[in-house]
């Protein structure tokens, strides 16, 4: 015979229970709930058992546990997770990787027909086609605009419309009608709204970025950070060697103008004394080129040498002025 606890009885279990989880994990996911029903939940709970533990509660009841433990065990981190603690929300404790997580948990969504009153999370969209319905079904059609056509004793839409707009609340006609044509438009799952890691909170979004998105991301900052720099002349690691190019182009510019010289401008300078150095290579390329030409020069030598040679005046035997 099992034992029933109390109100207090049960609140004080699931304080210990909460505790224990904050001991043992220190990566949290903070999912909404709503519209998830029982059956549903047990079978995201199967799917991540092993490495994840799902907590669900009132708000209030896991805010105060948040904070006693605070206190008690001196970690101020779970404290981040307090402003976070809004509407349906519930607690996804894990060990594993945050974004095999998240992706498990997203696998686990059911279609859901539209209901009367509820908002749309998403726009509704009817297909144009046969809806299979009799003719004596275009009431419904008519009141919500939708353009149709009697195709072979059935009612047939001629053009898809848009039943329903994202954040609109569905009602009984468009209801009605997503129910005789068998459309359950909206799906419902935990939705991960926040992470949490080590006392850091931030969007789920930050789990779908790859390394080249980060690498990206940090030479974006760089580029950045180094052109403040330059502007404002403020040395820093990422303008050290912009600011030391420079330099050197001054101060080059400076030795070329005047007598003052040093090592690392004397080529410079030689190079602007003598232009014909900038061209030791070409000597080369040139014999190479004449090298390459020279068996072309001698075959056409010998095609003129084969072909017959022209008759002159002076070989007929006299000349024109004579």
């Not at 519930?90 to 998240?102: A, C, H, N, P, Q």
């Not at 605009?145 to 072979?152: C, D, G, L, S, Y």
């Amino acid at each position: 015979m099992t034992v029933k606890l109390s109100k207090a009885e049960k609140k004080v279990a699931y304080d210990k229970k909460l505790c224990q989880l904050l001991d043992e994990y220190n990566k949290v996911l903070i999912a909404t709930a709503d519209n998830v029903g029982s059956n549903q939940l047990q079978n995201i709970r199967k799917g991540l058992r092993g490495d994840s533990i799902i907590l669900m509660g009132k708000n209030t009841l896991i805010r105060r546990c948040i904070k006693i433990h605070a206190e008690k065990s001196g970690n101020k981190d779970y404290l981040n997770l307090l402003p976070l603690l809004v509407g349906n929300v519930g607690l996804i404790f894990t060990k594993g990787d945050l974004k095999e997580v998240s992706e498990e948990v997203a696998k686990y969504k059911v279609g859901a027909p539209a209901r009367v009153g509820l908002v749309a999370p998403i726009d509704v969209v009817v297909p144009p086609g046969n809806t299979g319905l009799d003719p004596s079904q275009t009431s419904f059609f008519q009141v919500l605009n939708i353009p149709t056509k009697i195709n072979k004793g059935t009612v047939e839409i001629i053009t898809p419309v848009e039943l329903i707009r994202k954040g609109e609340k569905v009602g009984s006609s468009e209801a009605a009608l997503l129910a005789k044509l068998g459309i359950r438009p909206f799906s419902y799952g935990l939705v991960i709204q926040s992470v949490y890691d080590s006392g850091s909170v931030f969007s789920p979004e930050v789990l779908d970025l790859t390394e080249d998105d980060l690498i990206e991301k940090f030479a974006a900052g760089v580029s950045m950070v180094t052109s403040l720099s330059l502007a404002l002349s403020y040395p820093t690691l990422a303008a050290a060697p912009h600011m030391f190019i420079n330099a050197y182009k001054n101060v080059l510019a400076v030795a070329i103008e005047t007598e003052y010289t040093f090592p690392q401008a004397e080529q410079i300078k030689e190079y602007l004394k003598d232009p014909s150095k900038f061209a030791v290579a070409a000597p080369a390329a040139v014999a190479d080129s004449g090298a390459a030409a020279a068996p072309a020069a001698a075959a056409k030598e010998e095609e003129k040498k084969e072909e017959p040679a022209e008759e002159s005046d002076d070989d007929m035997g006299f000349s024109l002025f004579d």
